[in-house]
């Protein structure tokens, strides 16, 4: 063949060449430009706006939709669907009868005190026992727009008590809640009320909430107690009524700042406590906040913000003894008021440092005071009565914290953080994370990241410490430390058509861990005793079967090593394996099922040990509920209309979460109705 036959062939097969490698170029672009689209973008992990396979650490997302087809009837029920999670029905004992959430258990009392909780990046973390009140946070499930859960040590962004997770609950715009609400509830020992009324006059818009519930929480009688014992046939005080108010503004002021006010109240009467023992008969709760957010978008891209928000957690409670042989309370000690309030300032930027690089930092400063002359002055710790047992107790926190993520290539992004902290407990600490993040092909990321993190003693805790020199005489006793935790972990993300993949590999190293009123530690001179490491793996997988059907599964397997010193149970205390499970399903556009499945392995804290002696079985077997919801969508001229039911505890199931007098209800079943008008 002569060559300039051959040379117009050559050129004919490199341009169909060039001509495939650009479809195919294109197609890959077009597939990634797909795979984007579908990626939820995250807040929390490190305080920057980032697509979820780009944060330094796990995180799960819980939008509004996923928590309807919950059923849940308490916000803190909708953690069930987070790998890794424990939850526990009202298992808490004086205080608060409320419910536990705690990422991972490793639990030495009721009140979860190692995960810190936002709401709007508003802590709500309590002062005196740490940990949360779930009930008595001023936020209604239908404010919510969604919340994000960080599967792991987050102190690197928010702090001492982002310990072992954060949970961000991000309320909706005022601008997404423009006309009118209503919704009703009622079924087997609950009925709510809620409304909610949104507006707009020219750059600013607003939002007012309200909300009545009536819970008789546990049946009153155990059924099939584990012993016949008069205690143990009887569940806990724990009827609640709550009264909820919201108010949120949002104005533009101008091209570039936005300031964002809001205010909340939950309050009403609670019952606490359990039979035999102290309990509050005629509690009486007010929670409420106040908070402003300015922001400034920056000619760079970047944003100034200042944050400040005052928070008070208040309850009035006359205290009984209802064992009658113990002596009454003596008069100085049935005052079980609490009176707790936090004011925290905080600034924070955002900026770029070049093409490749952002960077936020910013700092804060806190004040707590709490009030409390049952629990910190006597009766909550011991039977000795502190000498001032009327003095408000105060705590003082500044913080100063940074992130930067860079891109040194294409697929792959470095996040370098920390948060120093000094406080007036523990001094001076600082919790580093770094992170790398590699998107292997589109839609298949890893990630391998290492953090630090320590966990605060609470209000409670340090007055215990003082309480244990006095009782003891042992001036000697060296003060409490913070408690800390080092984290490696190899995370995967991927996507396959249908099919969205979370996997979490974790080892988890504890140290310093607090001793709950634990003479033990005391009278061994160390009341941080205690240790643990925690191995295992966690993943959730997301499936589109149809366009109308969806399946979310959660499963995490966990493996606890500790030396277990001073009887506190560390290598039980979190589940081997849990499963969460929800199948949703619309049939059209007017109905919709989901089917709720959970499953948490066997376990054993600690202050569940009391009658050990009478040789009882203190392990809380698997434990296994289903739930359901059916909805009907409707409309009624220009008004949208759901009515529900919602069904928890499909088997009548009787089963014990935490110890063997916290018995769940058995099958719950309501009715709801909700409204809609523009």
């Known amino acids: 063949m002569k060559k300039s036959t051959c040379r117009p062939l050559l050129a004919a097969l ?55 087809d919950s059923g849940a009837w308490d916000l803190s029920e909708v953690f069930r669907l987070v790998p890794g999670m424990y939850v526990a029905y009202h298992a808490a004992r004086f205080y608060s009868t409320d419910s536990i959430v705690s990422y991972h258990g490793l639990m030495s009392e009721t009140m979860s005190h190692r995960m810190q909780v936002l709401v709007d990046g508003r802590s709500v973390y309590s002062p005196l026992y740490g940990g949360v009140i779930w009930n008595d946070i001023p936020v209604g499930l239908d404010d919510i727009d969604r919340i994000e859960v960080v599967r792991g040590p987050n102190a690197a962004s928010y702090g001492a008590n982002s310990f072992i997770g954060v949970i961000n609950i991000i309320t909706r715009h005022s601008a997404d809640q423009q006309g009118a609400r209503v919704s009703v509830a009622t079924g087997r020992n609950r009925e709510e009320a809620t409304a909610q009324q949104g507006g707009r006059s020219g750059d600013l818009t607003w939002s007012i909430s309200a909300g009545l519930r009536n819970d008789r929480g546990e049946d009153n009688e155990i059924h099939n107690p584990t012993s016949q014992s008069f205690v143990w046939t009887k569940n806990k005080f724990d009827d609640k009524k709550i009264q909820r108010l919201n108010l949120r503004g949002d104005y533009q002021i101008n091209l570039t700042d936005t300031l964002e006010v809001q205010f909340g109240y939950n309050g009403g009467p609670r019952q606490a406590g ?183 003693p609470s209000v409670f805790e340090k007055r215990w410490e003082e309480y244990q020199r006095l009782r003891t005489g042992n001036p ?106 929800m199948l949703t399903h619309s049939l059209n556009e007017r109905w919709r099922f989901s089917l709720i499945g959970y499953q948490t392995g066997e376990n054993h804290f600690s202050r569940t040990d009391y009658d050990v002696n009478q040789g009882r079985d203190y392990f809380i077997p698997t434990q296994r509920r289903w739930d359901a919801r059916v909805a009907h969508n409707f409309l009624f001229g220009k008004t949208k209309g759901e009515l529900a039911l919602n069904v928890q505890n ?29």
């Open 650 to 678: 499909l088997a009548n199931a009787e089963y014990y979460e935490f110890r063997h007098d916290n018995q769940v209800p058995g099958r719950v079943a309501w009715l709801s109705l909700r409204l809609e008008m523009d």
């Open 274 to 456: 359990e039979v035999q023992d102290v309990f509050a008969p005629n509690k009486i709760a007010h929670n409420y906040f106040t908070k402003l957010n300015w922001r400034r978008a920056l000619e760079d891209g970047g944003e100034l913000s200042v944050q400040y928000y005052d928070a008070t957690e208040s309850s009035s409670a006359p205290l009984q003894d209802a064992n009658l042989f113990r002596p009454p309370l003596p008069a100085d000690m049935n005052n079980g008021d609490v009176n707790a309030r936090r004011r925290d300032l905080e600034v924070q930027h955002i900026f770029p440092a070049g093409k490749d690089t952002r960077i936020v930092w910013g700092g804060s400063v806190r004040r707590d005071t709490t009030f409390a002359p049952h629990d910190l002055g006597g009766g909550g710790i011991g039977v000795t009565v502190m000498p001032d047992l009327y003095e408000t107790r105060a705590f003082n926190l500044t913080r100063l914290f940074g992130n930067l993520e860079w891109r040194p290539l294409s697929a792959l992004l470095v996040n370098l953080g920390a948060m120093a902290e000094n406080n007036s407990y523990t001094g001076t600490d600082v919790t580093p994370r770094v992170a790398a993040n590699w998107h292997v092909v589109p839609g298949q990321t890893l990630r391998l990241s290492y953090s630090e993190a320590t966990r605060t």
């Open 14 to 68: 490199a341009t169909c060449l060039a001509s495939l490698d650009v479809q195919a170029q294109s197609a890959e672009a077009s597939s990634e430009s797909a795979y984007l689209s579908e990626v939820p973008i995250v807040l929390t992990v490190s305080r920057l706006a980032q697509r979820v396979d780009e944060a330094p650490a796990a995180v799960t997302v819980i939008d509004r939709q996923m928590i309807r």
């Open 476 to 581: 000697l006793l060296p003060a409490l430390t913070p408690e800390r935790v080092k984290t490696y972990d190899l995370g995967y993300l991927g996507k396959y058509q249908q099919f969205d993949v979370d996997f979490r590999l974790f080892h988890e190293n504890y140290t310093d861990l607090i001793a709950d009123q634990r003479n033990d530690a005391a009278n061994r001179g160390n009341l941080n005793s205690g240790s643990a490491t925690i191995k295992g793996f966690e993943t959730q997988v997301k499936w589109n079967i149809t366009k109308q059907t969806r399946l979310i599964y959660g499963l995490s397997h966990a493996v606890v090593d500790s030396p277990n010193v001073d009887r506190i149970p560390y290598t039980n205390s979190v589940p081997t394996n849990n499963q969460s499970l």
